[in-house]
């Protein structure tokens, strides 16, 4: 089946920073979706992507769609505690593909 | 107000019982799924169902089995657990045809098997 590797598998920062994750595949996708997922909770979707080369912006969330259709990138600027969690790329070509998941923590 | 919610939150039994956990949407949503999550964090999908009908049935033991009795419900029951089951069970739905992208997840369930 298809595999999404998403990188860096955690990341320890000081509140302010700038943060940046991608996941990469060697197939493509029709859609790429990033998610949230706080502690006990279920994923909560911050982004979804529906074309190649798209940018899109959510707040201090900003996240493409790679040309190739094969890889994605999460950049979270200005980084505040309450970014502290679990994301995840999640890509779809007739099903939803989830990434290993990025966790974020971040130092106040 | 919640758009997904599932029953029970927390499950703990022991080995070769026989559990259901219960997911409801009010999104009006026509497909929902459940996905597995391991101690790892993998999310892997497990079903799919679209108005009442199986779409995606990945690869999982027989001793699962989904029922949806309407569009806005889709239980899981799990037959003889294992150890192995242990994990935390995620509903999700969405919109439109099936497989389509934004997913909304509910709030989990963690089975624990003994």
């Known amino acids: 089946g298809q595999q999404l590797n998403q990188s860096p598998q955690s990341m320890f920062i000081q509140e302010g920073e700038d943060v940046s994750m991608n996941c990469t595949s060697s197939?493509?996708?029709?859609?790429w979706l990033w998610y949230k997922q706080d502690p006990g909770e279920g994923p909560v979707l911050l982004i979804a992507?529906?074309?190649?080369?798209e940018l899109t912006s959510n707040g201090r969330l900003t996240a493409q769609f790679g040309i190739t259709r094969k890889d994605s990138f999460l950049n979270i600027s200005a980084s505040i505690p309450s970014d502290v969690g679990i994301y995840f790329c999640?890509?779809?070509?007739?099903?939803?593909?989830f990434g290993g998941g990025t966790r974020l923590m971040v130092k106040p | 107000d919640t758009a997904v919610s599932q029953t029970p939150k927390y499950l703990v039994t022991q080995m070769g019982n026989d559990k259901s956990i219960k997911c409801e949407q009010n999104?009006?949503?026509?497909?929902m799924y459940w996905y597995k999550q391991d101690s790892k964090k993998f999310l892997k999908i497990m079903f799919s169902?679209?108005?009442?009908?199986?779409?995606i049935n990945e690869t999982v033991p027989n001793r699962f089995s989904p029922k949806s009795p309407d569009k806005a419900h889709l239980n899981l029951h799990i037959n003889s657990l294992e150890l192995g089951d242990s994990a935390v069970y995620f509903c999700?739905?969405?919109?439109?045809?099936?497989?389509?992208?934004?997913?909304?997840f509910g709030p989990g369930t963690r089975l624990t098997v003994l």
């Open positions: 999700a739905s969405s919109q439109d045809r099936p497989l389509t992208n934004e997913q909304f």
């Open positions: 197939s493509i996708f029709n859609t």
């Open positions: 992507l529906y074309k190649a080369g």
């Open positions: 999640a890509g779809e070509f007739n099903m939803l593909t």
């Open positions: 999104l009006g949503h026509d497909t």
């Open positions: 169902y679209n108005n009442k009908e199986l779409i």
